[in-house]
């Protein structure tokens, strides 16, 4: 079983903190985040709560160190998704130079995190999902 070194396990806490914080302002200011929904996609508000949920879950998994590899990749997907379905559009049409940072600065953050949910991800070696060999 593999041990994280004390500082990976503090940034690990601090994204599930983060991850849960998003989480509960997803909730809290669901109607706020319709306008990110594209109108293509049917069950409107629907999509923040699960969004929410989905955050919240994955900070407690990171929390209590269960599911880790899983829900890590699953947060990648999730957030390479709104790269691509959201941020990308936005910043490819956006009006003002203000909105074109905001839309870019939303891209990175969440290519980052994907990064790094993947990088946790496949550090969970002790976790039932491999998607990579093993070599003992």
Known sequence: MKHYHPVSRVAIYLLAVVLILFGLLYFVNARDMMVYIPYSLPGGILW???VGAAF???GISFITNRL???SG???AI???IFVFIIHLPNYLDAGTREMRSMALINLLKDTAIAGFAMHIAAGA????LHLEEESD
């Open 125 to 128: 070696h002790h976790q039932q």
């Open 56 to 58: 919240i879950l994955v």
């Open 48 to 50: 923040a709560y699960l």
């Open 73 to 75: 990749y699953l947060l």
């Open 68 to 70: 880790v590899k899983f």
């Open 78 to 80: 999730l957030l390479f």
